[in-house]
């Protein structure tokens, strides 16, 4: 797998930094996206922590840490190109935070409120600062009517938008409150209707692995998907190895305890090709 261009790497680099998301140039082939879903679909089946339902039924809205038990998603997360990509976006080497899919059922899956990731991992975890990327795969087609991820450009430069942010801090809150519909951390409806007011707001659509980053503090939501059509997108938060929380209490299928920098390691099931 030959590296990204420096070229190409300075153009997403500064895409990132000035609107704090943006599209990247590979897609996941059609056989790594089956092998994925595959895996996703066997975890969903299993009653473990990390699999967490919609509430008040048994519909699974999310899977929690998969690189810590499943080789294919260990695997991916070592991916030579995803691994150059992150350190391009945080500026030295990463290791893996959290990896999650979520999985919006088709007709059942709930909303994402408006909110950041930086809020839960800055205030819960004690990350320092926001230095680390959200690398999104989509693993089915996304489109308006599926509940898209919906980014603020640009509001990711604004710092902390919650409620929280004046010495208001709640405190550490229940964990399930960081995976359901029901955030503990959220931006109000008023400040995000300001915010994207001023800045307007993208939908992150595309064909099944389609990749996308976006940053710790841009603002994002994703509505109820009311269609026939699952949106599953898998997501790894690569923080660097220079900006790791000293005692995260959360499970470690939320906060991976390993720092240690990921060691790239290219596995031929999983490719990504150049759009
Ligand atoms: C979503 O899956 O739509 C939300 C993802 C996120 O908030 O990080
Ligand atoms: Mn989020």
């Known amino acids: 797998m030959s590296p990204v261009p420096d070229t190409a790497l300075c153009e997403l680099t500064t895409a990132y930094e000035r609107d ?11 056989s790594a996206v089956e ?20 509430k008040g039924g048994r519909v699974v809205r999310a ?6 038990f499943d080789e294919v998603c260990a ?4 991916h030579p190109l995803l691994v150059e990509l992150a350190e ?12 999650k899919v979520n999985l919006k059922q088709a007709h059942e899956g709930a909303a994402w409120p408006w909110h950041q990731d930086f809020s839960f991992w800055h205030r ?34 604004l710092g902390l938008q919650d409620p ?28 995000a209707g300001e915010l994207a007011g001023e800045l307007g707001t993208r939908l992150i659509t595309g064909p099944a692995g389609s990749l996308h980053a976006f940053h710790p503090s841009i603002v ?31 499970p470690e299928f939320l906060v991976d305890r390993n720092a240690a920098p990921i060691v790239p390691d290219d596995d031929r099931r999983l490719e990504l090709n150049p759009l």
């Not at 230095?131 to 603020?152: K, M, R, W």
């Open 124 to 157: 819960e975890d004690g990350m320092p600062r926001p230095v680390a990327v959200n690398i999104a795969i989509s693993l089915d087609a996304v489109h308006e009517g599926n509940g898209p991820l919906t980014v603020i450009p640009g509001s990711h430069r």
């Open 88 to 99: 391009a976006f945080v500026g030295g080497p990463v290791y893996v935070y959290q990896f």
């Open 220 to 250: 994002h939501s994703s509505s109820n998907n009311g269609s026939a059509d699952r949106r599953a997108l898998l997501l790894i938060t690569y923080n660097s190895v220079r900006n790791v929380p000293p005692a995260p209490t959360r």
């Open 75 to 78: 695997a991916l997360t070592r």
């Open 20 to 30: 704090g998301w943006c599209t990247l140039p590979y897609r996941l082939g059609g």
């Open 35 to 54: 092998l994925l879903r595959d895996r996703v679909g066997a975890i969903a089946r299993e009653v473990r922590p990390e699999v967490v339902w919609e």
């Open 164 to 191: 929280h942010t004046d010495g208001n801090d709640p405190g550490r809150s229940d964990w399930q409150r960081h995976v359901s519909a029901d955030l503990a951390y959220t931006v109000t409806p008023q400040r």
């Open 63 to 68: 899977v929690h840490g998969c690189h810590r």
